[in-house]
């Protein structure tokens, strides 16, 4: 058999496969990114059948899968959007990174990963997932409820950290020291800053650049900006999926409608071989030893999540099964943490085993977040009925 061919059947049962994982999840009712995860670990080194053949295009697949995902999450906002969560939200967004942060970053020390591996944790364990909490609050009909504008600006906030940390990140794991890396990091900040400046002051005109009424050229053109911008920002050092979710920010209106709904399948197939991917490239057999402290950040984390979302909604006055609401819908991890760790990874410049934590963390967590947001309200409702009668 040639390699094409072999490359060819590799991947057809690779796809094949995704499709019934997806048709699996969506008659439960959850996040197909565990079931993707565990696919790539089924299949990778390690697994129970080692895929060789289709590797190369998974790579390549994979990094046009994060451009995809962090392009459609930027088409979400509007530049203005991002300020104005920004203003709302910031201090909400400070207690969010101190008690989701901090968890990572404590558990890569203890066990030895060093500074680059304190910093990748605090990531992986900060960041919610933007598409699983959209999702599951569209599911449960809770788009037009109080609290959900306070979950979106902390999400906001979070997407904006990100553009921040992720040049930081960059510049620690090329192993430049901290004088030496001040100019790459300055760069990358400057570029962040200037692109925001363009979104808000020429957000049009960057629309009308990429908008057409043919719908295959409209693709082309969104597709190859959004390749180019990545590459761009890659190159000085803010990473791709910044650079695309700044493009994103940067289209906006009709346009941006439009560039979703044109993207949304294409996200969708490049970010399940981006997931499983990610999963071939983790030995399941090294799981097994970082389980527990995977169990024990997901515990810590999930009730940092919700403590967060509660004291937030809480400020803008919402009542207590709000304020539950609020936090549980925080809990899932999904997207960003693999896209963090995949980075880190991917470098050399961290511990191989912080792969297996973060894959084992994330599928906890994202299969528990849309869990804890369906129960949060008979739980909370039991709760009170049961201390109401108490207290009368």
Do not use: C
Not at 16 to 34: D, E, N
Request: a positive charge.
């Amino acid at each position: 058999m040639t390699d094409t061919a072999l490359a060819l059947i590799e991947l057809g049962a690779v796809l094949f496969a995704l499709g019934m994982l997806g048709r699996v999840a969506g008659r439960v009712g959850m996040s197909p990114i565990p079931l993707y995860l565990l696919g790539g670990l089924a299949f990778g080194q390690g697994g129970f059948l080692q895929l060789g053949a289709a590797n190369a295009f998974g790579h390549i697949s994979g990094e046009i899968g994060v451009v995809l995902l962090l392009l459609l999450l930027g088409l979400e906002y509007t530049a203005a959007e991002l300020v104005t969560g920004l203003r709302r939200s910031w201090a909400a967004g400070l207690l969010d990174i101190v008690a989701n942060a901090t968890p990572g970053a404590l558990v890569a020390l203890i066990l030895g990963w060093g500074v680059n591996g304190a910093i990748t944790m605090a990531g992986v364990t900060y960041i919610s997932s933007s598409g699983i909490v959209a999702k599951v609050l569209d599911d449960l009909g809770r788009l037009g409820n109080r609290e959900t504008p306070v979950i979106l600006s902390i999400l906001v906030f979070e997407d904006l950290g990100m553009a921040v940390y992720l040049p930081i990140l960059t510049t620690v794991l090329a192993g430049l020291s901290w004088v030496s890396g001040l100019p790459a990091l300055g760069i990358a900040l400057l570029t962040v800053t200037v692109v925001l400046f363009v979104a808000l002051r020429y957000g049009r005109q960057v629309s009308a650049i990429v908008d057409s009424t043919d719908r295959e050229v409209f693709l082309l053109k969104l597709l190859g900006a959004a390749l180019l911008v990545a590459g761009a920002a890659s190159a000085l050092s803010v990473s791709a999926a910044v650079g695309a979710f700044l493009l994103g920010i940067a289209i906006s209106g009709s346009t941006a409608a439009e560039a979703a709904k044109l993207l949304e399948p294409l996200r969708d197939l490049f970010a399940a071989i981006f997931f499983v991917a990610f999963g071939l490239s983790t030995d399941p057999r090294s799981i097994p030893p970082v389980l527990g402290w995977a169990l024990a950040l997901g515990v810590i984390t999930m009730l940092t999540k919700i403590v967060t979302g509660w004291w937030a909604a809480g400020r803008q006055g919402i009542r207590r099964m709000g304020r539950a609401r609020a936090g549980a819908a925080l809990v899932a991890r999904g997207e960003f943490s693999i896209v963090i760790a995949g980075l880190a990874v991917s470098t050399g410049a961290v511990d191989g085993r912080l792969a297996a934590l973060a894959s084992a963390y994330v599928l906890l967590l994202a299969v528990l977040g849309p869990v804890a947001a369906r129960v949060v309200e008979p739980v909370v409702g039991l709760v009170q009925r049961r201390v109401q009668p108490a207290v009368s």
